[in-house]
């Protein structure tokens, strides 16, 4: 019993506590078979690409600021590993290198913008997004004449980036666990992570404390712009080509998954396993719903519940995580 | 008793923005292990001479003096660093996060981890809980509680305690007792009393009276930016001091008025429902 209280204490416990729920719900109402849905790669695969960009996104959140530019840097990463290794027929190490390049640039821009004026992160990378959808199009016509690149990859980067293991499963998914593995590292046991606690807090006491706020805010806008442009560059190289569009859907998933995942909106509070089982939660809500008999146009509808359910009970364990005195000293 | 330099002195301070004068020849001085009251009604200049000596804000002139010698602040990291530490009303500002961890942002205890260099929680909490002990509050043995959940006054505590164990020489505590009940301010007047003994300077910012003259040796009555009084602990009651924060006006008339306003009010009740 006290384990368990102590669990309802941690930032991942509704998110927990609803992928449970889920799974529960699809198997009385949807009459899913569990060993097929746990075979399966569908979710898995679309955890995977949806993970490696939640949880830097994540941790902006926590840290206070907000990326929705990663809608544009997944065709972004994919278009430029594309257009230099597919169209120009450069090595494809050099169009990776490109794709990561603009990552850590748009990244940069998004991080300087942040630090330098007062305009909320939100509406800077508004901007961004939506000057990157346009480059990125201009920059395809312009340069190939199309809006769609092919790309034929050498097996090494195939076998790194774009596999499918056992024929299902897309290689991305040991990415994403060994992403979740470091960023979980530095954000739980690393100063580094107390810092963007203390960020997300109060940025003015951070600074007076002496931590370098602006370095870690631009740091962690490299690394959720570059997250985005590495899920396309493997993208590109899983599926042999590149589009502008598409990636918009991953803005609003991503943000769901951080937020079911017991993030605070506005900063100071989550965990990386938190984000890690929110976008687990997502995947088998939007994709396990196939495996159902339930109609798949419902899946929004659960995904909002799932959503309003898991953001009230991550307000109801933070209170619980607030008033919490030790048991002895209660008398 | 004393000794003859101050620790941090004020000479001849002004401040102004643009053509507001906010401070005018403000001269004070705090020694070690004193508790110096700095006393004043709302838009007294309090809060911008707080501002100064945490590096804030530069004089317009004169010159802030440690130790006897002038220093400048160019931004609050200057003043934190020769010791001065200021704590605002609501204490700990990362409610979210753990004591252990709060205690030491910007300065975490690391150790060996493998190859890794780690945050060492539980050094960091059993140092953050032990500080705070140290200052009497016992209530206080979990270095993973969150800040958020503590009274206001643990919160002040721990607050003050971090800025000891830091090696503060000047403490400056703005309103720290404003918020609070009348036990938890108790709690923290022990605390700033704690403190003084352990040979610090406080600065105590208040428009408390009763909780000045509780732990205050030196008094300083700001008025309309300049200090209007300048005292030591038993040269004024506490009438005198309430009537000089009120600028001069004297309470016993202000009593006197309103108890005229009472009667008057008696003589034609209000009538309720009526407007």
Same mark, same amino acid.
């Given at each position: 019993?006290?384990?368990?209280?102590?669990?309802?204490?941690?930032?991942?416990?509704?998110?927990?506590?609803?992928?449970?729920?889920?799974?529960?719900?699809?198997?009385?109402?949807?009459? $899913?078979?569990?060993?097929?849905?746990?075979?399966?790669?569908?979710?898995?695969?679309?955890?995977?690409?949806?993970?490696? $960009?939640?949880?830097?996104?994540?941790?902006?959140?926590?840290?206070?600021?907000?990326?929705?530019?990663?809608?544009?840097?997944?065709?972004?990463?994919?278009?430029?590993?594309?257009?230099?290794?597919?169209?120009?027929?450069?090595?494809?190490?050099?169009?990776?290198?490109?794709?990561?390049?603009?990552?850590?640039?748009?990244?940069? $821009?998004?991080?300087?913008?942040?630090?330098?004026?007062?305009?909320?992160?939100?509406?800077?990378?508004?901007?961004?997004?939506?000057?990157?959808?346009?480059?990125?199009?201009?920059?395809?016509?312009?340069?190939?004449?199309?809006?769609?690149?092919?790309?034929?990859?050498?097996?090494?980067?195939?076998?790194?980036?774009?596999?499918?293991?056992?024929?299902?499963?897309?290689?991305?998914?040991?990415?994403?666990?060994?992403?979740?593995?470091?960023?979980?590292?530095?954000?739980?046991?690393?100063?580094?992570?107390?810092?963007?606690?203390?960020?997300?807090?109060?940025?003015?006491?951070?600074?007076?404390?002496?931590?370098?706020?602006?370095?870690?805010?631009?740091?962690?806008?490299?690394?959720?712009?570059?997250?985005?442009?590495?899920?396309?560059?493997?993208?590109?190289?899983?599926?042999?080509?590149?589009?502008?569009?598409?990636?918009?859907?991953?803005?609003?998933?991503?943000?769901?998954?951080?937020?079911?995942?017991?993030?605070?909106?506005?900063?100071?509070?989550?965990?990386?396993?938190?984000?890690?089982?929110?976008?687990?939660?997502?995947?088998?809500?939007?994709?396990?719903?196939?495996?159902?008999?339930?109609?798949?146009?419902?899946?929004?509808?659960?995904?909002?519940?799932?959503?309003?359910?898991?953001?009230?009970?991550?307000?109801?364990?933070?209170?619980?995580?607030?008033?919490?005195?030790?048991?002895?000293?209660?008398? | 008793?004393?000794?003859?330099?101050?620790?941090?002195?004020?000479?001849?301070?002004?401040?102004?923005?643009?053509?507001?004068?906010?401070?005018?020849?403000?001269?004070?001085?705090?020694?070690?292990?004193?508790?110096?009251?700095?006393?004043?009604?709302?838009?007294?200049?309090?809060?911008?001479?707080?501002?100064?000596?945490?590096?804030?804000?530069?004089?317009?002139?004169?010159?802030?003096?440690?130790?006897?010698?002038?220093?400048?602040?160019?931004?609050?990291?200057?003043?934190?660093?020769?010791?001065?530490?200021?704590?605002?009303?609501?204490?700990?500002?990362?409610?979210?996060?753990?004591?252990?961890?709060?205690?030491?942002?910007?300065?975490?205890?690391?150790?060996?981890?493998?190859?890794?260099?780690?945050?060492?929680?539980?050094?960091?909490?059993?140092?953050?809980?032990?500080?705070?002990?140290?200052?009497?509050?016992?209530?206080?043995?979990?270095?993973?509680?969150?800040?958020?959940?503590?009274?206001?006054?643990?919160?002040?505590?721990?607050?003050?305690?971090?800025?000891?164990?830091?090696?503060?020489?000047?403490?400056?505590?703005?309103?720290?007792? %404003?918020?609070?009940?009348?036990?938890?301010?108790?709690?923290?007047?022990?605390?700033?009393?704690?403190?003084?003994?352990?040979?610090?300077?406080?600065?105590?910012?208040?428009?408390?009276?009763?909780?000045?003259?509780?732990?205050?040796?030196?008094? %300083?009555?700001?008025?309309?930016?300049?200090?209007?009084?300048?005292?030591?602990?038993?040269?004024?009651?506490?009438?005198?001091?309430?009537?000089?924060?009120?600028?001069?006006?004297?309470?016993?008339?202000?009593?006197?008025?309103?108890?005229?306003?009472?009667?008057?009010?008696?003589?034609?009740?209000?009538?309720?429902?009526?407007?």
């Amino acid at each position: 019993m006290n384990e368990f209280s102590h669990f309802l204490r941690r930032p991942e416990a509704a998110t927990i506590i609803s992928l449970a729920a889920v799974i529960v719900f699809y198997v009385i109402f949807g009459g $899913v078979d569990l060993g097929k849905l746990f075979g399966a790669a569908s979710w898995v695969n679309f955890a995977a690409n949806l993970g490696i $960009v939640a949880i830097p996104v994540g941790l902006l959140m926590i840290s206070g600021e907000l990326d929705i530019s990663i809608g544009a840097m997944i065709p972004a990463g994919s278009m430029t590993t594309a257009i230099l290794s597919g169209y120009y027929g450069y090595p494809i190490a050099i169009g990776m290198l490109g794709a990561l390049s603009v990552g850590i640039l748009v990244g940069f $821009v998004n991080g300087i913008l942040t630090v330098r004026t007062t305009v909320p992160s939100l509406i800077i990378t508004l901007g961004s997004l939506v000057a990157m959808q346009g480059i990125i199009l201009s920059a395809s016509v312009l340069l190939t004449g199309n809006a769609s690149v092919p790309l034929t990859a050498p097996d090494w980067a195939k076998f790194a980036f774009g596999q499918l293991i056992g024929g299902s499963h897309q290689v991305i998914i040991i990415w994403w666990l060994i992403l979740t593995a470091i960023f979980a590292f530095v954000l739980h046991r690393t100063s580094y992570g107390n810092w963007i606690f203390a960020m997300g807090g109060d940025r003015d006491s951070a600074r007076n404390l002496g931590i370098p706020t602006s370095k870690v805010t631009i740091i962690l806008f490299i690394l959720s712009a570059s997250a985005a442009s590495f899920v396309g560059m493997c993208q590109a190289i899983l599926f042999n080509s590149a589009q502008v569009s598409g990636g918009m859907n991953f803005i609003f998933n991503a943000i769901v998954s951080v937020v079911v995942g017991g993030v605070l909106l506005t900063g100071g509070f989550g965990s990386v396993i938190g984000i890690f089982f929110g976008t687990l939660t997502f995947a088998i809500v939007n994709q396990g719903i196939y495996f159902t008999q339930i109609d798949r146009n419902w899946s929004n509808l659960i995904i909002g519940a799932v959503l309003l359910i898991a953001v009230g009970m991550n307000e109801t364990f933070r209170e619980k995580a607030l008033s919490y005195v030790p048991k002895k000293m209660k008398a | 008793m004393a000794p003859i330099i101050p620790v941090l002195e004020l000479r001849d301070v002004e401040k102004s923005f643009g053509p507001i004068d906010v401070l005018h020849e403000i001269s004070l001085k705090v020694h070690e292990g004193e508790v110096l009251c700095l006393l004043g009604d709302n838009g007294a200049g309090k809060s911008t001479l707080i501002k100064i000596l945490a590096g804030v804000h530069k004089p317009t002139s004169g010159t802030i003096l440690m130790d006897g010698k002038p220093v400048e602040f160019d931004r609050p990291r200057d003043a934190a660093d020769r010791g001065i530490a200021t704590l605002h009303q609501f204490g700990g500002t990362f409610p979210l996060m753990s004591i252990g961890r709060s205690f030491f942002v910007g300065v975490e205890p690391q150790k060996k981890w493998g190859p890794f260099t780690v945050f060492d929680r539980k050094k960091a909490n059993e140092i953050a809980v032990k500080a705070v002990r140290d200052f009497g509050i016992t209530r206080i043995d979990d270095g993973d509680r969150l800040v958020g959940g503590l009274s206001g006054g643990e919160r002040q505590s721990i607050a003050i305690a971090r800025a000891v164990y830091f090696g503060a020489r000047v403490l400056i505590l703005d309103e720290p007792t %404003a918020a609070l009940g009348v036990k938890q301010a108790a709690h923290v007047l022990r605390i700033v009393n704690e403190t003084k003994q352990r040979g610090l300077a406080v600065i105590f910012i208040t428009h408390q009276v009763m909780h000045a003259l509780a732990v205050g040796d030196h008094f %300083a009555v700001l008025i309309r930016g300049a200090v209007a009084a300048d005292f030591r602990k038993g040269d004024k009651t506490r009438e005198e001091i309430t009537d000089l924060m009120a600028g001069g006006e004297s309470m016993a008339d202000l009593e006197a008025e309103l108890e005229g306003y009472a009667q008057n009010q008696e003589e034609r009740p209000p009538s309720l429902g009526h407007t």
